[in-house]
């Protein structure tokens, strides 16, 4: 099974902050990866599929790239409806786990 | 616009049996994958069971293989999960998500999921 990491686990930022957040698989997953936006009591949002493209209403600072095993999101300017955690998931064959998240609060 | 409406959670007891639906409407469910991922209280979100547009290909994660299965009803809009000897660490919200095609496993919408607690 493939294995997904995230670093950080947390960051504390800034309103207008560059935030970026990094996604590891286990092995080559090429560009079958996804990042998830969840914020307290809600159900996940897709932000990014197929490593860089952005879902249909997401907002165009949110931004991924990568393939094969090291991928990014990255936020360009935080924005306060940007406070969550945000997952990575690949979704190259069964079982398609998670990461373990990267909570994202205020400094 | 796609909507997807989990219900079936509740208390039970380790070992005994639940079954959560799932009820899609603003798109025809036939067309497209579905899968359940779960979220223990406080945890992260795992993958638990998926099955193809037609019904006829379904995957589990190891930790519910042998106990969970999950079922649709495309004439219904309908999604399950048959879950069997349940266990205490299986409690978790439970949320169904419609896959991005007719297979593979990217989740573009989710229901808002619902609880299972299973304790004694």
């Known amino acids: 099974d493939i294995q997904m990491t995230q670093s950080p686990s947390s960051l504390s930022a800034s309103v207008g902050d560059r935030v970026t957040i990094t996604c590891r698989a286990s092995?080559?997953?090429?560009?079958?990866l996804n990042w998830y936006q969840q914020k307290p009591g809600k159900a996940p949002k897709l932000l990014i599929y197929?490593?860089?493209s952005l879902h249909s209403g997401v907002p165009s600072r949110f931004s991924g790239s990568g393939s094969g095993t090291d991928f990014t999101l990255t936020i360009g300017s935080l924005q306060p409806e940007d406070f969550a955690t945000y997952y990575c998931?690949?979704?190259?064959?069964?079982?398609?786990?998670f990461g373990p998240g990267t909570k994202v609060d205020i400094k | 616009e796609v909507q997807l409406l989990e219900s079936g959670g509740g208390l039970v007891q380790p070992g005994r049996s639940l079954r959560l639906s799932c009820a899609g409407s603003?798109?025809?469910?036939?067309?497209?994958?579905m899968s359940w991922v779960r979220q223990a209280p406080g945890k992260g979100l795992e993958w638990v069971s998926g099955?193809?547009?037609?019904?006829?290909?379904?995957y589990y994660a190891d930790s519910v293989k042998g106990r969970f299965t999950i079922s649709r009803d495309n004439s219904k809009n309908t999604l399950f999960l048959q879950m069997n000897n349940l266990r205490v660490e299986d409690t978790a919200v439970y949320y169904c998500?419609?896959?991005?095609?007719?297979?593979?496993?990217?989740?573009?919408?989710w229901g808002q999921g619902t609880l299972v607690t299973v304790s004694s």
């Open positions: 998500a419609k896959i991005m095609g007719a297979v593979g496993g990217t989740f573009d919408y």
């Open positions: 603003g798109y025809t469910l036939s067309t497209y994958a």
């Open positions: 099955i193809s547009g037609s019904g006829g290909n379904t």
């Open positions: 092995q080559s997953i090429s560009s079958y």
């Open positions: 197929g490593a860089s």
């Open positions: 998931q690949h979704s190259y064959t069964p079982p398609f786990s």
